[in-house]
């Protein structure tokens, strides 16, 4: 018998019928081949779309985390970098670097999400010990989408020293706001150092922790890494200075005009 189109062997998707009769399973609810298929593809978009992963975020975490070591900013797995991200109904969460990673090892899995709480939203890593001082700094400053926290040498002295960093160069009073001020001294991941760092911080965008090290923060993590990298800049030319006897700051009504202009700068950005 001539073969035809009615009688030819067809395969399932063109028979129609059940996607699990055609792989010689039952099911309760069997659809044919095409539709299986589209019902898939929807419900992994819907999944998808339901659980965001904020992978462009996290990946600035790591890349920031990362330049922070290789600059030589950290030591080990000190240290620690922050983003402010949000949920699909808006709610401020955190991607954060976990607690006790090698950077030089670190991967975008690594990079965990919490909530202002403290609660995991994604990740399986304990996030780093210091994130009671990121929340508090994100919940007093808008503005702030990012947190760094390093060991840098120079400004890690000036902290164990206690001495702020006056306002020396013009650069650091209109990109940082001034001079950095010295929070006092709390434990380590306490809620007391969170507040101390919130208050020593106020509108500027760097801060000493008192026997610790520093902190800066900026809308992205690239900005907070810059913060951190002037400081400790400033720390070395004010530390050479006063060794050099002399360690003069700009004139006051110079200061003064650059706050002003740092300031209005900072209220542009949150428009």
């Not at 992963?53 to 985390?65: D, G, I, K, P, Q």
């Not at 209109?174 to 208050?199: D, K, R, T």
Request: charge should be neutral; include cysteine; glycine fraction near 8%.
């Amino acid at each position: 018998m001539k073969s035809s189109a009615f009688n030819r062997p067809q395969p399932p998707e063109a028979r129609g019928g059940c996607l699990h009769t055609h792989l010689g399973l039952l099911s309760p609810r069997c659809y044919p081949v095409p539709m299986a298929t589209q019902k898939l593809k929807a419900n992994v978009a819907s999944v998808t779309k339901r659980t965001p992963t904020w992978r462009v975020e996290r990946t600035e975490v790591l890349a920031a985390a990362q330049e922070m070591a290789r600059l030589g900013l950290v030591l080990g797995s000190s240290g620690n970098v922050s983003r402010r991200v949000k949920d699909a109904k808006g709610r401020d969460l955190m991607a954060v670097t976990p607690s006790s990673r090698a950077y030089d090892t670190l991967t975008l899995d690594d990079i965990v999400v919490i909530d202002f709480e403290g609660e995991p939203v994604l990740g399986d890593l304990i996030p780093s010990t210091e994130s009671l001082s990121h929340i508090a700094v994100y919940r007093a400053r808008r503005d702030v989408g990012s947190v760094m926290h390093t060991h840098s040498t120079y400004a890690s002295a000036m902290a164990v020293a206690g001495m702020e960093i006056p306002a020396l160069i013009d650069e650091m009073v209109i990109l940082l706001g001034g001079p950095v001020h010295v929070a006092e001294y709390a434990a380590s991941s306490s809620e007391e150092l969170a507040a101390n760092v919130v208050n020593a911080l106020g509108d500027r965008k760097a801060v000493l922790m008192r026997n610790h090290g520093l902190l800066g923060v900026g809308r992205t993590p690239k900005d907070a890494l810059h913060a951190c990298q002037l400081v400790e800049h400033v720390a070395q030319v004010y530390s050479i200075s006063r060794s050099l006897g002399r360690g003069r700051s700009l004139p006051p009504d110079v200061v003064h005009a650059e706050i002003e202009l740092y300031r209005m700068r900072l209220e542009a950005e949150q428009e």
